[in-house]
């Protein structure tokens, strides 16, 4: 069955987010970029390549609204050079740590640390590919770039530290719109995870990857067959879970986050890309 996303329109902004850009005063511009950011910025790399890497939302969080106000301006900058939906991952990283700094060289690899989360989206790329590449020689050149073979995106827009973090209250006191947490999923969720499947049936890549077992599930609630829970093991000296299916061309899968992923990660990831390369487990 050649099944396709059915998508709203992604033009109408939810009006939830509206106050952002009706704030007064010297900040009205930054508020207005704001807004912008929370509806059109999604990850990092090529939406061209064929290996697509869809998560929660971006770690780390900001400790101060100058912190905030940094990494959206830089994004309002940088994407003059492109359309802003996705950014140069090294590029973006550079400008907001500065190059020499030890955040910066800690995300790329520069002193033979790789960043934890991405350092398993690589084992999955390489092992997809069946090559043994050196990890943050990828991870500078190749990982979230934007002439590169893959893309990070995220389903939720601001940084945060987990997933049950919420620090948008005290940068931005008075603003109900960004007051808690559920109720900023709940407004932008709908809305995020409809442009997500336009970009998926625009671009068609070749596999992509939820790294957020809750996410594929709002992905398959309007198509004509219901998502299915049939999980199958991947190792037998582990639990962990891998879900697959087909949908127009596209291989898309569900795995468990890397930091949720205990002991052998670097195998648990590396089996990954080589069950979805030989498509030995996929659920039609």
Not at 31 to 46: A, E, P, T
Not at 91 to 116: A, H, I, M, P, T
Not at 129 to 157: A, H, M, T, V, W
Not at 237 to 265: D, F, Q
Request: net charge positive.
């Amino acid at each position: 069955m050649n099944l396709q996303f059915n998508t709203f329109n992604t033009e109408k902004t939810p009006e939830f987010f509206n106050e952002l850009l009706n704030v007064k005063g010297e900040d009205s511009s930054f508020f207005k970029k704001l807004y912008s950011y929370m509806f059109n910025f999604f990850g990092y790399g090529n939406l061209l390549g064929k290996y697509w890497f869809v998560g929660i939302e971006e770690g780390g969080g900001y400790n101060c609204i100058d912190e905030l106000k940094k990494g959206i301006n830089i994004w309002h900058t940088q994407k003059i050079d492109c359309d802003g939906t996705t950014l140069d991952a090294y590029e973006y990283q550079k400008e907001y740590f500065g190059e020499d700094s030890k955040d910066f060289q800690k995300l790329f690899g520069l002193n033979n640390v790789s960043q934890r989360t991405w350092k398993q989206l690589i084992n999955i790329i390489l092992s997809y590919k069946n090559e043994n590449n050196d990890i943050s020689k990828y991870q500078r050149e190749k990982l979230g770039r934007l002439d590169g073979e893959n893309c990070i995106l995220n389903l939720f827009p601001l940084s945060c530290i987990n997933i049950n973090s919420w620090n948008y209250c005290c940068l931005c006191p008075g603003l109900k719109c960004l007051k808690n947490r559920k109720e900023y999923e709940d407004n932008i969720k709908k809305y995020r995870i409809n442009k997500l499947k336009k970009l998926i049936n625009d671009y068609k890549p070749e596999l992509i990857v939820f790294y957020y077992k809750n996410i594929i599930n709002e992905f398959y609630a309007d198509l004509e067959e219901k998502y299915n829970n049939n999980f199958q093991n991947l190792s037998s000296s582990k639990k962990y879970n891998i879900s697959l299916k087909m949908i127009n061309g596209t291989k898309l899968a569900a795995i468990c986050h890397p930091r949720s992923v205990m002991g052998e990660k670097e195998e648990y990831f590396k089996t990954v890309g080589r069950l979805l390369k030989n498509n030995k487990i996929f659920i039609n």
